[in-house]
């Protein structure tokens, strides 16, 4: 579509002329179902931590991340994820701990789907809260990680967490091949219906820092997670991770970070038309709240502006820090 250039007939500002005439011509909306609830969430006693890094964020404890739950469907908000702070004397070399059927995360699953039966739960798949080096799967002597035996213990990892009734399953590891063993795996043990959201085009992003404070894996992490995640100058690259990641039997897609890669959401929506989803990640919450805080930007136009910039960029949803505050803020639509 050109242009036009014949003023004064066309005036695109007539359609802006009031708050009605803007709500009517309107492309896309952001509504409480577009929202996915992170709840970080300790393993220690006592109530919840704040982490210094994300001013106005915790980590919840057992029994404050079950309170969330319920706080997050009475607002309708559909679906939450889980990501555990593990004790150090509980992490090793191998993530053992990630096995542990008995271990937080299986337990609060079961918990929450017996307490709060309308939200949906998902699990990162993913080995970083549970090693001591903080790489997310096995490393080998040189500290690359090791691609098939992390996804042998993936797997493993996914199949504990459906077992605890997990709706969602949501590896973040970025390994070769692992959707597919993933489900193949899920398949066979009967869990037909179990989703799996792929971090599909997750980047190697600065923007993680405090998202690894609060898991308790940033002072661990040796090295980068280069390796394994994408170079954030590349683009084509994620559409030949969505391919196989929908090959390998996803359900939905995820782009990683959120709002510096609008354009890879973009395209992605673009091309396969899946369920895609936004995590407007750690980083991006603390740099954003951050400035809310010191009174430099306004927050709640800034918060409802970030969130809907990730409609507009064809998100179906969005994992954000904030989902509590947008929530209240929209109401039930
Ligand atoms: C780990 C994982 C990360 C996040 C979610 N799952 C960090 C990483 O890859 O180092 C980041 C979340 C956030 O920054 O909010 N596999």
Not at 95 to 100: F, I
Request: proline share 5%; hydrophobic share 40%.
């Amino acid at each position: 579509m050109k242009p036009t250039s014949q003023f004064p007939l066309a005036r695109p500002r007539r359609n802006r002329k009031a708050d009605w005439a803007r709500r009517l011509v309107r492309e896309t909306e952001l509504c409480v179902n577009d929202l996915i609830l992170p709840l970080i969430v300790h393993d220690g006693d006592g109530g919840a931590q704040p982490i210094a890094s994300m001013p106005g964020i915790s980590r919840h404890s057992f029994l404050g991340a079950i309170e969330q739950a319920k706080i997050a469907a009475d607002l309708g908000i559909p679906m939450l994820a889980i990501f555990p702070h593990i004790d150090a004397n509980k992490k090793d070399a191998e993530g053992r701990e990630a096995l542990n059927e008995k271990g937080l995360v299986p337990t609060l699953v079961a918990q929450i789907k017996a307490q709060v039966p309308n939200i949906g739960i998902m699990c990162d798949v993913a080995l970083d809260p549970y090693t001591d080096h903080g790489h997310d799967g096995l490393i080998d002597e040189n500290g690359y990680m090791l691609n098939d035996e992390t996804v042998n213990i993936l797997v493993k990892q996914a199949l504990i967490q459906a077992q605890a009734g997990c709706d969602v399953i949501a590896p973040s590891d970025m390994c070769d091949g692992r959707i597919g063993l993933i489900r193949r795996e899920l398949e066979a043990a009967g869990f037909h219906n179990t989703q799996i959201m792929a971090y599909a085009a997750k980047f190697a992003s600065a923007f993680y820092g405090p998202y690894r404070d609060a898991i308790g894996s940033q002072g661990a992490l040796k090295g980068d997670k280069k390796t394994y995640q994408m170079d954030p100058q590349n683009s084509d690259e994620a559409l030949v991770e969505v391919a196989l990641d929908i090959e390998e039997g996803a359900d939905m897609l995820l782009v990683k970070p959120g709002m510096p890669y609008l354009d890879i959401l973009r395209r992605i929506k673009d091309e396969f038309g899946r369920p895609t989803f936004a995590f407007q990640v750690s980083g991006e919450y603390a740099m954003l709240e951050a400035a809310i805080q010191n009174g430099w930007l306004d927050g709640a136009r800034v918060r409802m502006e970030a969130l809907q910039c990730f409609k507009r960029a064809g998100a179906d949803g969005i994992i954000s820090y904030w989902a509590l505050e947008a929530a209240k803020e929209l109401g039930r639509k």
